[in-house]
C-alpha cells in the first residue's frame, strides 16, 4: 500500500523539531481527522531557507509528507517554494494512496501558511500569497 519512500520517511523522517527565534512559523489543521502540522522556517537576507524543521502530530503519510516536504524546499528561495504543491511531495514519495493524498495537501498548506508568516513579519509582498487568507487554512483539507 505505501511506497518505500513513503516508509522511510515516516521511520526516519528528516527535519523534525523546531526552530527558535524562526523567520516564518505555520500551523495547519485537518478538522476531518485532527491532525496538526507546524513548520519553522530560517530564512537568510539573500530569501532563501536556510534552514526548516516540522512537527506533526498526525498519521503516518502526513509525517512522511511533512519530512519530503521540507527537503523539498530547503535550500529554495521563498519565490521557489511558494510554488511548492502537494504534487511535489506525492511524487517525490512515489506516490501515495488516494485516501491519503490530503495529508500531503497539509504539507503545502503549513509551507504555504509559514511563508506567509515570514512576509507579514518582514512587510515583503510573496507573489503568489497576495490573497492569502490565514483563517481558511486547514479548511480545504479533506
Ligand atoms: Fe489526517 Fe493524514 S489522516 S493528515
Redesign the pocket.
Known amino acids: 500500500m505505501y511506497t518505500e519512500k513513503v516508509m522511510d520517511h515516516f521511520r526516519n523522517p528528516r527535519n523534525v523539531g523546531f526552530i527558535e527565534n524562526a523567520d516564518g512559523v505555520g500551523q495547519v489543521g485537518?478538522p476531518k481527522?485532527g491532525?496538526i502540522m507546524k513548520i519553522y522556517l530560517k530564512i537568510n537576507d539573500h530569501e532563501i531557507i536556510e534552514d526548516v524543521k516540522f512537527e506533526t502530530f498526525?498519521?503516518g503519510?502526513?509525517i512522511a509528507s511533512s519530512s519530503m516536504a521540507t527537503e523539498l524546499i530547503k535550500g529554495k528561495s521563498i519565490h521557489e517554494a511558494v510554488e511548492f504543491t502537494n504534487k511535489a511531495v506525492v511524487e517525490a514519495l512515489e506516490g501515495l494512496p488516494a485516501v491519503?493524498v490530503?495529508?500531503s495537501v497539509?504539507a503545502e498548506q503549513a509551507v504555504k501558511s509559514a511563508l506567509f508568516d515570514y512576509s507579514q513579519k518582514t512587510n515583503k509582498v510573496i507573489k503568489g500569497l497576495e490573497n492569502y487568507e490565514p483563517e481558511d487554512e486547514g479548511m480545504h483539507c479533506q
Open positions: 485537518n481527522c491532525d498526525g498519521c503519510s502526513a491519503k490530503h495529508c497539509l
